[in-house]
């Protein structure tokens, strides 16, 4: 195996074992909102520092290896994918502090209603961001398009669900910051998948060398 | 991190000329250190100074310390045949003799009066191995040498190198003869010796410097700009010079 | 259109001369080949001369000269090698102006004295140079008077007193010895230029490889440079000792006699020998018509040796060649 062989290798196992910690806060996060537990999301939050200190890692390698190494062609396209996907991955990490942050709030009052789209929404995040490091790990183009195919389907679920919450607030003004709380927590995750998909846009690059990013093509 | 090689205020004339400045460094045991610099800046000088080939240049003259394990190169007295043996040397331009393989590869253990035959082929063969070498020659150990190809009569000349054990390995400009692939084969080649050896590298070709060695020199007109980790040298230079020469501002 | 026609007539005049020179060679062989043939019977080789020279056959002739030209290459191979390689290797590269220069500028510095010797020795390269070149150009009758005076009248008459009882002369006179020695003396300028231009191939970084790896500079001479230049080395002393075994003028006073009723037994004894003979048959014989068939056999007998040395060469070179290549 080259020595750029093992470099690229080590970035890789970097990557996946963030992503790993970034699923685990996902699942987490998810836990902590459906049993109302504020001890599990206090623990969410809390590790947020480590995967922060990983991005900063993942940052220092990829500029060693470009700067020592020359990569070329697909291992070239590798390290510019790791290079962005890495803050996407911060950015998802983050957004399910966030939605922990709003589950402590949420668990100071009673429970508006019973959760039904948020959760159906949660996985969705959850699973199209497992899915979207498959797809790089495997290189996966195919995959990876079939994840940016969900984004539609998580939006309208985002949008089915703040209008049900809308219902709430206007019925009665005591449910409004809850409400508008459990709005919140539906964007968070709706973002999740957004992050997904841009995730899955770098692995088209780097599988295909195609940027599909911003383009209008069907997917 | 042991130090192998010990530089301090070391001078270099050819007759009146001074080509080397006081160079200072300490040459860190089993790693790569690259010297690299543009043409004319005494690095090669430098480097055949450790093995004191410059010895066979008239009017070249040294001041100052080069130490090897503990041991003065330059102390009156010091046999330079044995230094020699100690620290090998593979040139720019590949430079077999015209001999078969395997006599190429025995020559320096048959410098040193071994005639053991077994002793001979297991050297040959362990050389050869770690030269990355044999698989593509251990059939035809008996052709001559010459016959080999650019690449392979380099790593033909590391092998031969590395059959007197030597402490150092010495490398000036080994792969700016050869094509894209066969450089590579050195490079990898080289990235696997440090295990066992200490490599100092001459080369031209900084890219290789930033891909091959865990330690940089950059040298100028005969002094030593900057020496450092390579990753600080390539990602975050300290001096201007190093700077401007890295990202081809001038040279 | 007139450039042409100067080709052209350019082409024809150098076509002619080779023409010519070809010619000439042909009708020499051919009329040495013609009448030289028929005289070589067995008995010519294998027989002494018999009644005066004018009968019998030319084998002392021929035993003499293959040994004068065996003591000869014994002499002066070893002698020529050495001196080229001491020429080639041991002294400074650069010549005896830079080295003295080097020398001048270096007041006051440290390592004078390396480069004083250096300069000596450069001198001393020079000096050994343009004797051995002025070597090349003596004729070879004076080479002949040089051997009678200094090999036999000097150094023979010397050993003699020093060895023999008083009167006797066993070194002191014409022998295959001196002769061979003179002879030596002829070709070491062949051998020793044509050792030096063999040494000049084998590339400098080869000589470097071998210093690196801990030899010395004379395991490097021996291991490296030696093998790698043998098949020129080889073919500067053939072509030496083909010159060699052909002259006559330096034999003519240092040992080879006109008829000899024995085989030389040891290197003090006088020999006959093709060449000679050849002048003898031309000149002293009392019956010119007898001897001429004779003399056509020997001429014919001597180009073939010579012929055959020259072959060897070129076999010997070409086999040293493909070893290497090899």
Not at chain 1, 127 to 149: G, H, K, N, P, W
Not at chain 2, 213 to 236: P, Q, W
Not at chain 3, 46 to 68: D, E, H, N, S, W
Not at chain 3, 185 to 211: K, N, Y
């Amino acid at each position: 195996m080259r020595h750029l062989d093992k470099e690229i290798e080590e970035l890789k196992e970097l990557l996946l074992r963030m992503g790993s910690m970034v699923e685990d806060q996902i699942n987490q996060s998810i836990k902590a909102l459906l049993e109302r537990d504020t001890a599990i999301a206090q623990r969410v939050i809390d590790g947020d520092t480590a995967i922060d200190q990983m991005e900063l890692d993942i940052d220092q390698h990829t500029i060693e290896l470009i700067a020592m190494m020359q990569p070329a062609a697909v291992d070239l396209r590798f390290v510019a994918a790791a290079m962005k996907i890495t803050p996407e991955l911060e950015r998802i990490a983050d957004l399910a502090v966030d939605v922990c942050e709003r589950a402590i709030e949420l668990n100071r009052e009673p429970p508006l209603k019973p959760l039904i789209d948020i959760p159906r929404l949660a996985r969705m995040a959850q699973d199209m961001v497992r899915q979207a490091l498959d797809a790089f790990v495997r290189r996966d183009a195919v995959l990876a398009r079939e994840v940016i195919s969900r984004d539609d389907e998580a939006d309208l679920l985002t949008e089915q669900s703040f209008r049900e919450l809308l219902t709430y607030m206007l019925e009665d003004s005591r449910n409004i910051s809850r409400a508008i709380r459990l709005t919140f927590i539906g964007k968070y995750f709706e973002r999740m998948a957004d992050g997904a998909t841009n995730i899955c846009e770098m692995v088209v690059y780097l599988a295909e060398g195609k940027v599909i990013k911003h383009s209008n093509e069907p997917v | 991190m042991t130090t192998a090689i010990e530089v301090r205020d070391f001078n270099f004339y050819y007759g009146e000329t001074k080509v080397l400045h006081g160079i200072a460094l300490d040459i860190p045991e089993k790693q790569v250190t690259a010297l690299i610099g543009p043409s004319g800046c005494g690095k090669s000088t430098f480097l055949r100074s450790i093995n004191r080939m410059n010895d066979i240049i008239p009017g070249a003259r040294v001041e100052g310390l080069v130490s090897i394990k503990g041991k003065d190169a330059y102390a009156p007295g010091i046999d330079v045949v044995a230094l020699r043996r100690r620290v090998g040397m593979v040139f720019q331009k590949s430079n077999p003799f015209s001999k078969s393989i395997y006599e190429n590869v025995a020559y320096g253990l048959r410098i040193g009066g071994e005639k053991d035959r077994r002793m001979l082929d297991e050297t040959v063969e362990r050389s050869l191995r770690r030269a990355a070498l044999w698989d593509e020659v251990k059939d035809r150990l008996n052709a001559s040498a010459l016959a080999l190809s650019g690449g392979q009569q380099q790593r033909l000349c590391v092998a031969r190198a590395l059959a007197v054990d030597p402490e150092v390995l010495l490398m000036d400009e080994p792969a700016s003869a050869l094509d894209p692939i066969a450089t590579q084969k050195i490079e990898e080649l080289v990235y696997e010796l440090k295990n066992n050896y200490t490599i100092v590298i001459v080369t031209h070709n900084m890219q290789q410097a930033a891909r091959v060695s865990d330690r940089t020199a950059f040298f100028m007109l005969g002094k030593l700009v900057e020496y450092d980790e390579t990753r600080s040298i390539f990602m975050t230079p300290k001096e201007k010079l190093t700077e401007d020469y890295i990202t081809g501002r001038f040279g | 259109m007139k450039r042409r026609l100067i080709d052209k007539f350019m082409i024809t005049l150098l076509g002619l001369s080779v023409a010519i020179i070809l010619a000439i060679l042909v009708v020499i062989v051919a009329n040495i080949a013609i009448h030289g043939a028929r005289a070589v019977t067995w008995e010519f080789i294998t027989q002494a001369p018999r009644q005066g020279l004018t009968a019998g056959g030319i084998m002392p002739a021929i035993v003499g000269t293959a040994a004068l030209v065996l003591l000869m290459t014994i002499v002066a191979v070893p002698l020529g090698v050495a001196t080229a390689v001491y020429l080639h290797e041991y002294t400074p590269a650069e010549g005896l102006n830079l080295a003295w220069r080097r020398f001048r500028v270096s007041k006051g510095m440290a390592g004078r004295r390396k480069l004083f010797f250096r300069a000596m020795s450069a001198l001393l390269a020079t000096i050994t140079r343009s004797a051995v070149a002025n070597l090349a150009g003596v004729p070879s009758i004076v080479f002949g008077l040089f051997g009678l005076g200094f090999f036999i009248q000097f150094i023979g008459r010397n050993i003699d007193r020093a060895t023999q009882p008083p009167g006797e002369v066993l070194w002191g006179q014409g022998s295959l010895l001196w002769a061979a020695c003179t002879l030596a003396l002829l070709t070491l300028p062949t051998v020793i230029v044509a050792t030096e231009e063999a040494l000049r191939t084998v590339p400098q970084d080869l000589r470097e490889a071998s210093l690196a790896l801990g030899a010395t500079q004379w395991e490097t001479i021996r291991r490296v440079v030696l093998p790698s230049s043998l098949s020129g080395i080889l073919t500067g002393a053939i072509l030496g000792i083909s010159r060699g075994a052909g002259e006559v003028a330096p034999i003519l006073f240092t040992g080879a006699a006109y008829y000899l009723p024995y085989l030389p037994g040891d290197v003090t004894d006088q020999f006959m020998h093709l060449g000679y003979h050849v002048l003898i048959l031309s000149t002293q014989s009392p019956d010119v018509e007898a001897t001429k068939p004779l003399l056509y056999g020997t001429v014919f007998v001597l180009l073939a040796l010579t012929f055959l040395l020259n072959l060897t060469g070129v076999i010997i070179r070409s086999r040293t060649r493909s070893r290497i290549q090899r």
